[in-house]
């Protein structure tokens, strides 16, 4: 069963706009999410995270949303740049594993 | 800080041998974590130590499959009896439990295994 699930496989973004990336979950036990970057033969870096009892979060150029009542998160970036040209994974935790999404290929065209 | 560590970075071996692996946590984290991934899928849970003991397995985790944290610090993953679908990027990451409400985990550059 997957848990955590990213319905878009690509996303493709002009420089200097806004990149929304999607994630929705089906465990309620999830209290902690959190988003990374990959880029190929690489392992995957933090982004940035939300705890369950918040709705947004803000770091610089990247907003994670939390709609607990949807089980649904999002990730913002704006202004895109070619160098957020990633894939883009979201995961989920009630406190020790991670549960991942199957990621999102971002695109950022100058 | 240098980040968590993994060795070697890639490893070719023929089906039915055993391979090991290493990672070295972030110095100060006490929990290490071991993922597997493979093409298009997100990383999937293997098993996680907190100091040295093993506190969760994956059933994906089979008998062939051994990781061991012995002093709490560096941990080795042993493959037994490779079998082509062995084949992926295996991952470790650490974290620490000092900072309680987060739960971020860093990762290293991985171990890419290519069974033949």
């Known amino acids: 069963d997957q848990q955590v699930k990213q319905n878009s496989p690509s996303l493709s973004v002009q420089e200097g706009r806004i990149s929304i990336l999607n994630c929705d979950y089906t465990?309620?036990?999830?209290?902690?999410f959190l988003w990374y970057k990959k880029y190929p033969a690489e392992g995957p870096t933090f982004l940035i995270s939300i705890s369950s009892i918040k709705d947004k979060n803000e770091d610089g150029r990247f907003t994670v949303f939390l709609n607990k009542s949807a089980k649904h998160l999002s990730l913002h970036i704006v202004p895109s740049q070619p160098g957020d040209s990633a894939v883009y994974f979201c995961?989920?935790?009630?406190?020790?594993?991670?549960?991942f999404g199957e990621g999102t290929q971002l695109t950022v065209n100058p | 800080d240098t980040g968590v560590s993994q060795d070697p970075r890639h490893k070719i071996t023929k089906r039915g041998q055993n391979v090991t692996f290493r990672c070295d946590p972030i110095s100060e984290h006490n929990r290490l974590y071991w993922y597997r991934q493979t093409l298009g899928q997100g990383p999937e849970f293997l098993t996680y130590f907190q100091n040295e003991a093993q506190l969760e397995k994956s059933r994906l985790l089979s008998d062939r499959f051994s990781a061991e944290r012995p002093k709490g610090s560096f941990s080795t993953l042993e493959i037994q009896r490779t079998e082509q679908g062995d084949s992926a990027m295996y991952l470790c990451?650490?974290?620490?439990?000092?900072?309680?409400?987060?739960?971020?985990?860093?990762f290293g550059p991985g171990t890419r295994l290519t069974v033949t």
């Open positions: 995961a989920a935790t009630s406190g020790s594993r991670l549960t």
């Open positions: 990451a650490s974290s620490s439990t000092s900072l309680t409400g987060t739960y971020e985990q860093y």
């Open positions: 465990n309620s036990m999830f209290d902690y």
